[in-house]
């Protein structure tokens, strides 16, 4: 593809190709100039597999694929190690993914065949930029899948460093590699040979554990200038110094032995002669960090989550407040530095019902505070959204019960979501003081996946639903277009319909993707069918998520109600035991 013809497309009639970046297993990448905003920009073209007639080779799961890996880049957008993704689109049958042009920029992989191994405190500068990715990622429920030295993105800072900058790229493997990369797809196992984690190479699902042996390996290759040897026990580095013994512990073959994030991000920090710790803030700002660090130390999580869910819904809890001091402090004007939540959520303005956001957490998810972006619920793809704001007496009460106040809050949707899980933000101690009094509380996926869009009542009817923010006590219509592709619509309950949702059926993570499409019908029917069939002319069914929404951990089949012949339902159906 490297005729004049092929540099003068334009892709989706917006993207010039300039020329040929690079190529690989997956595809080529092309800088091409974009014309509606008059910049460049690299586009990756993903190519067909290496036709071995093999469902997943399909153009819709390829398509789905890429979209999958814009998607879990794009909730990564502004994280200084991650190359930001912009669009994805569909050309000449095929996914293009368009992302920044990282200027001068080098692979890890080229680096060391041009210029040679390098040092151990260079490996460790580059070792934690990836792991800040990774960390980011894993945050999301995001696992990389596939880190390897050409997927590490080297490229000059303003100084002029060669090393300046660190980016992680290709998040989220799209599809089939052709037959020249030794990779493996065999069995759900995707990723490169040489750099995957011992366990992977047996099955097993991927782990943040898993990507953090990945790093090892390519740190390995960086040091050694070859991967590890897949022996056992791994080959010992020769080159590492004084990065041996972080790098022996990330290539631990038992999981339980590995390095945990904190452990690699010390030991990179020492080799590289970076402060171990973040140098004390200014005298002036001391006790705006501690009021923060104050709020995240007495901040408590309330878990709500759900395996199998049924009609039996709680109904939402009364909430009760602390009725406010009458003596209370003149509200300063003027915007907290810190924003309304603090430094660690970053947010400039109080969150809104209704809002959507994404989230990205400092450290365990649902344990620690997530630093929030505010997006559209429809055109993203949010984490999160933003249910209820209850008005709280005290900024001690929202510290000390605001968790509770919101699980609370929020039982009633909770309960009828595959994977709902409660979670409160409180203000900060300044953001009280400047005049923010209300608990914001949300409800997130458990899972990678996200919840897809708006939830409960943020809904309209008519609107398309992903499995993600179905509701039980649903019910929609169904139509399927010309790829044969299911479109599933919220409508009113009291018109004509095809479907009501009644419940979830949890997956183990044992079960393969395939076995999925063939047993999600019968998991429901199981769970559902005696409690819920009236007559022969109701039926239990089930629906299965695509791969790329299953590989992010969304395990659970929803189960509708329907009729197999007319008339269709045309009101809300109720369990027999009601």
Same mark, same amino acid.
Request: hydrophobic share 35%; net charge neutral.
């Given at each position: 593809?490297?005729?004049?013809?092929?540099?003068?497309?334009?892709?989706?009639?917006?993207?010039?190709?300039?020329?040929?970046?690079?190529?690989?297993?997956?595809?080529?990448?092309? *800088?091409?100039?974009?014309?509606?905003? /008059?910049?460049?920009?690299?586009?990756?073209?993903?190519?067909?597999?290496?036709?071995?007639?093999?469902?997943?080779?399909?153009?819709?799961?390829?398509?789905?694929?890429?979209?999958?890996?814009?998607?879990?880049?794009?909730?990564?957008?502004?994280?200084?190690?991650?190359?930001?993704?912009?669009?994805?689109?569909?050309?000449?049958?095929?996914?293009?993914? &368009?992302?920044?042009?990282?200027?001068?920029?080098?692979?890890?992989?080229?680096?060391?065949?041009?210029?040679?191994?390098?040092?151990?405190? !260079?490996?460790?500068?580059?070792?934690?930029?990836?792991?800040?990715? %990774?960390?980011?990622?894993?945050?999301?429920?995001?696992?990389?899948?596939?880190? @390897?030295?050409?997927?590490?993105?080297?490229?000059?800072?303003?100084?002029?460093?060669?090393?300046?900058?660190?980016?992680?790229?290709?998040?989220?493997?799209?599809?089939?590699?052709?037959?020249?990369?030794?990779?493996?797809?065999?069995?759900?196992?995707?990723?490169?040979?040489?750099?995957?984690?011992?366990?992977?190479?047996?099955?097993?699902?991927?782990?943040?554990?898993?990507?953090?042996?990945?790093?090892?390996?390519?740190?390995?290759?960086? %040091?050694?200038?070859?991967?590890?040897?897949?022996?056992?026990?791994?080959?010992?580095?020769?080159?590492?110094?004084?990065?041996?013994?972080?790098?022996?512990?990330?290539?631990?073959?038992?999981?339980?032995?590995?390095?945990?994030?904190?452990?690699?991000?010390?030991?990179?920090?020492?080799?590289?002669?970076?402060?171990?710790?973040?140098?004390?803030?200014?005298?002036?700002?001391?006790?705006?960090?501690? /009021?923060?660090?104050?709020?995240?130390?007495?901040?408590?999580?309330?878990?709500?989550?759900?395996?199998?869910?049924?009609?039996?819904?709680?109904?939402?809890?009364?909430?009760?407040?602390?009725?406010?001091?009458?003596?209370?402090?003149?509200?300063?004007?003027?915007?907290?530095?810190?924003?309304?939540?603090?430094?660690?959520?970053?947010?400039?303005?109080?969150?809104? !019902?209704?809002?959507?956001?994404?989230?990205?957490?400092?450290?365990?998810?649902?344990?620690?505070?997530?630093?929030?972006?505010?997006?559209?619920?429809?055109?993203?793809?949010?984490?999160?959204?933003?249910?209820?704001?209850?008005?709280?007496?005290?900024?001690?009460?929202?510290?000390?019960?605001?968790?509770?106040?919101?699980?609370?809050?929020?039982?009633?949707?909770?309960?009828?979501?595959?994977?709902?899980?409660?979670?409160?933000?409180?203000?900060?101690?300044?953001?009280?003081?400047?005049?923010?009094?209300?608990?914001?509380? %949300?409800?997130?996926?458990?899972?990678?996946?996200?919840?897809?869009?708006?939830?409960?009542?943020?809904?309209?009817?008519?609107? !398309?639903?992903?499995?993600?923010?179905?509701?039980?006590?649903?019910?929609?219509?169904?139509?399927?277009? @010309?790829?044969?592709?299911?479109?599933?619509? %919220?409508?009113?309950?009291?018109?004509?319909?095809?479907?009501?949702?009644?419940?979830?059926?949890?997956?183990?993570?044992?079960?393969?993707?395939? @076995?999925?499409?063939?047993?999600?019908?019968?998991?429901?029917?199981?769970?559902?069918?005696?409690?819920?069939?009236?007559?022969?002319?109701?039926? &239990?069914?089930?629906?299965?998520?695509?791969?790329?929404?299953?590989?992010?951990?969304?395990?659970?089949?929803?189960?509708? *109600?329907?009729?197999?012949?007319?008339? @269709?339902?045309?009101?809300?159906?109720?369990?027999?035991?009601?």
């Amino acid at each position: 593809m490297n005729t004049e013809r092929e540099h003068q497309r334009v892709v989706a009639q917006r993207y010039r190709l300039l020329r040929r970046l690079g190529a690989g297993g997956m595809g080529q990448v092309w *800088l091409a100039y974009d014309q509606q905003l /008059s910049c460049e920009v690299s586009v990756k073209e993903i190519l067909p597999g290496s036709g071995t007639g093999d469902s997943q080779d399909s153009p819709d799961v390829r398509i789905a694929r890429a979209r999958a890996e814009a998607r879990h880049a794009a909730r990564l957008r502004g994280h200084p190690h991650v190359v930001t993704v912009h669009d994805v689109v569909e050309y000449e049958g095929l996914p293009w993914i &368009v992302m920044e042009y990282v200027r001068d920029a080098v692979d890890l992989q080229a680096y060391v065949e041009r210029h040679g191994r390098l040092s151990p405190a !260079e490996a460790a500068r580059v070792g934690l930029g990836v792991l800040a990715a %990774l960390t980011a990622g894993h945050g999301l429920g995001i696992m990389h899948r596939d880190v @390897k030295p050409a997927n590490v993105l080297l490229a000059p800072d303003a100084t002029g460093d060669p090393l300046g900058r660190v980016l992680l790229t290709d998040y989220g493997i799209a599809v089939r590699p052709a037959s020249l990369d030794t990779r493996l797809t065999m069995s759900g196992v995707i990723g490169t040979l040489n750099y995957l984690a011992p366990e992977r190479l047996a099955g097993a699902p991927p782990t943040p554990g898993g990507d953090l042996f990945s790093l090892g390996a390519t740190l390995h290759y960086a %040091l050694e200038g070859r991967a590890p040897s897949l022996g056992d026990p791994p080959s010992s580095p020769l080159n590492a110094g004084p990065l041996t013994p972080a790098l022996v512990r990330l290539l631990a073959r038992d999981p339980a032995h590995r390095s945990t994030p904190e452990q690699a991000e010390r030991a990179f920090r020492q080799v590289a002669g970076l402060p171990v710790t973040p140098p004390p803030p200014p005298r002036h700002r001391k006790a705006l960090i501690v /009021s923060v660090v104050a709020g995240l130390l007495v901040m408590t999580v309330v878990l709500w989550s759900l395996t199998d869910r049924t009609t039996s819904g709680t109904p939402a809890a009364t909430v009760r407040h602390s009725a406010a001091t009458s003596t209370q402090a003149p509200t300063p004007t003027g915007t907290p530095r810190g924003g309304p939540y603090g430094h660690a959520v970053g947010l400039d303005e109080p969150l809104s !019902e209704g809002d959507c956001v994404v989230a990205l957490w400092t450290g365990d998810k649902f344990r620690s505070l997530p630093k929030l972006s505010v997006v559209d619920c429809r055109k993203d793809w949010p984490d999160g959204q933003v249910v209820r704001t209850l008005r709280a007496g005290s900024y001690q009460e929202a510290q000390a019960d605001g968790q509770r106040q919101c699980a609370q809050a929020s039982d009633e949707l909770v309960s009828r979501l595959a994977e709902g899980v409660a979670y409160a933000v409180p203000p900060s101690e300044e953001g009280w003081n400047h005049g923010t009094r209300e608990l914001s509380c %949300l409800v997130f996926s458990r899972s990678g996946a996200g919840i897809a869009g708006p939830l409960g009542v943020f809904r309209k009817i008519g609107e !398309e639903l992903e499995l993600q923010n179905l509701s039980i006590g649903d019910c929609t219509t169904v139509k399927q277009d @010309k790829k044969l592709v299911y479109h599933i619509s %919220l409508t009113d309950c009291g018109k004509v319909h095809d479907e009501q949702v009644i419940g979830f059926a949890a997956v183990p993570a044992t079960v393969a993707f395939d @076995k999925l499409r063939n047993s999600a019908t019968d998991r429901c029917v199981d769970r559902y069918e005696k409690e819920w069939i009236r007559d022969a002319s109701f039926a &239990v069914q089930g629906w299965w998520s695509s791969l790329p929404v299953y590989d992010s951990g969304f395990r659970y089949v929803p189960c509708v *109600l329907t009729r197999i012949r007319t008339p @269709k339902l045309t009101e809300k159906i109720y369990p027999k035991t009601r």
